[in-house]
């Protein structure tokens, strides 16, 4: 086994994971940054987004794309009604109390996950993917007529994967517009520093607060879209998306969104990388060692700032 | 203009108001004085619906605001200036202002009417407000709350904690605020201060307020400032 044309394919397969992680584990952030609510359901609105993804795509029938492209609107956005009524429902009746919230999340977690088994079943659905052309990995070598481009046996990847990283970057990229040049991001951020104020200054903060939690969800849902096609939606899918947010959000800092951001992409590509050469479990060890590591020497994380 | 008749408020299980009454009209200074825990920040955050009162009525205008909801009192047209500033630290200058902008539909010249009253801010728009001195953080908490063109402005002891030279900014500003029609009601802490702003004072005392007369009356009676706060 070549090293250098494996390590490119782990790259890139961490990559893949990496960005679906960033957008799931910026939800669990924002949530917690703006609301100081810890969502114990948060991987289920991942998996939720995938089996509505498979619902809307299977419904519609016709061409992948058309599919697909219905999931990547109607997924979220039904994630993140479901959320906020949620919210509204639950964690607004009992004040988001710290204590509270964390029970209230862990029954919605049963719920949603239970009310999917009864409906969509135990069974692993796949969505196909819009388009999933085989891109083969290059690799170079100085053999007998100089330099040689070459493409190593067995080792590609497909345009869809390049796809879901380029979609990530994108949708963070518009998660950054909103926060920092809209009024609707200055609320949020205002309302997140301080709420009482923000209430005194006009902010319906109950109002953003579902949307906030709306948001948080759908975010996951959207990455569980650009997921679903190589990963198959089921029922207990929301696990590892939940536990690597949690890595993710405290290494990168509680409520730090850039620091969510660094951390999901330490994260994933170590995930992909130790995964490809080692094992996926190892990947989870150091993970979850890392965390131990960041909570003893640096509890606010790598860009959270301590709060007095 | 703003008229709080017998309210009691508290936090959960300890009562902090028990039956506070005050008006301030157009173009008038209510000052607000009693000793510390006598409840004057507290009186200001139940007329914010920050705190919720128990009893009595708070009306502007006329209409009870005691119950709506949190966020439709600033919309209302009140201003409102918090002990400690409470400013958005994270956000710039420009930010604050911003807030303050957004609360109710205010005319376009009012992000440079603010502006020119505190020129300073204008120098550090792209700031962080956590970053400015006490003086400039005042500054911005009151160029916050005129942000909303209030027709009510409350403030919360704005002179706290500054040096002289920002003192007589602050009240010049508040003298200013007076000139055009706004009414006022200052919590304020230093005798010389409130006779030298106050059309009335309204004294409170243990949750109570007890007495309201004029700055001349107050002023002419040195044993009521001994009696009601120990000076």
């Known amino acids: 086994m070549e090293f250098g044309p494996h390590l490119i394919l782990a790259s890139l397969e961490g990559a893949v994971i990496a960005a679906v992680l960033a957008m799931t584990a910026m939800g669990l952030s924002i949530v917690f940054g703006i609301m100081r609510v810890v969502n114990v359901a948060h991987g289920e609105f991942f998996m939720l987004g995938a089996v509505i993804a498979w619902w809307v795509a299977h419904l519609l029938g016709g061409h992948p794309a058309v599919g697909f492209i219905a999931a990547l609107v109607f997924a979220p956005l039904l994630v993140a ?28 977690l049963y719920i949603i996950q239970q009310v999917t088994l009864m409906t969509f079943g135990p069974e692993a659905r796949p969505v196909e993917a819009p388009f999933n052309q085989r891109l083969a990995i290059p690799w170079f070598e100085f053999g ?23 979609a990530a970057i994108a949708i ?106 080692f094992s996926p479990t190892l990947a989870k060890i150091l993970a979850t060692l890392l965390v131990a590591m960041v909570l003893v020497f640096r509890p606010q994380g790598l860009m959270g700032k301590l709060r007095s | 203009m703003l008229e709080v008749k017998d309210i009691y408020a508290g936090y959960g299980q300890v009562q902090v108001l028990h039956g506070v009454s005050l008006d301030v009209a157009a173009g008038e200074i ?16 139940s007329i914010m619906g920050i705190v919720q009162i128990e009893d009595g009525v708070i009306s502007l205008e006329g209409e009870a605001i005691n119950t709506l909801p949190g966020h439709e009192i600033p919309r209302r047209g009140i201003g409102y200036i918090p002990q400690g500033r409470r400013l958005f630290p994270e956000l710039t200058v420009s930010e604050n202002i911003e807030m303050g902008l957004m609360v109710r539909k205010v005319s376009r010249d009012t992000r440079d009417w603010v502006l020119d ?27 916050r709350a005129l942000a909303l063109r209030p027709k009510v402005l409350l403030l919360d002891e704005p002179t706290e904690g500054l040096q002289p030279s920002m003192i007589e900014q602050i009240r010049q500003v508040i003298l ?36 309201t007369l004029t700055a001349k009356e107050l002023g002419a009676s040195p044993d009521k400032i001994k009696r009601y706060l120990g000076v």
């Open chain 1, 81 to 108: 009604i479901i959320a906020a009524t949620a919210d509204r429902l639950v964690l607004q009746r009992i004040d988001y109390d710290p204590d509270r919230t964390i029970v209230g999340t862990i029954g919605l």
């Open chain 1, 144 to 166: 007998e007529n100089g330099f040689e481009i070459y493409w190593p046996w067995g080792l590609s990847i497909t345009s869809y994967k390049l796809f879901i990283i380029v």
């Open chain 1, 172 to 277: 963070l990229t518009a998660l950054w517009v909103l926060m920092t040049k809209t009024k609707i991001g200055l609320i949020m951020r205002a309302t997140q520093q301080d709420s009482e104020m923000a209430r005194a200054f006009g902010v319906p903060v109950k109002r953003v607060y579902a949307w906030v939690f709306g948001l948080g969800a759908g975010l996951a849902a959207m990455g569980a879209v650009l997921v679903v096609p190589v990963q198959q939606a089921h029922y207990l899918m929301g696990h590892d998306p939940l536990l690597l947010s949690f890595i993710v959000v405290i290494i990168g800092g509680l409520g730090s969104l850039p620091g969510t951001v660094i951390a999901a992409v330490l994260i994933g590509m170590s995930d992909g990388i130790i995964s490809v050469f």
């Open chain 2, 30 to 45: 209510l000052c607000v004085m009693g000793r510390n825990g006598a409840g004057k920040t507290t009186l200001l955050r």
């Open chain 2, 117 to 143: 009253l505190f020129p300073r801010l204008r120098e550090r728009l792209d700031q962080r407000a956590g970053t400015l001195s006490g003086g400039e953080q005042q500054m911005l908490a009151t160029a």
């Open chain 2, 176 to 211: 200013k605020m007076k000139d055009e029609g706004f009414a006022i009601v200052l919590v304020e802490q230093r005798i010389d201060a409130v006779l030298a702003l106050a059309d009335r004072v309204t004294m409170i005392e243990n949750g109570k307020s007890v007495e």
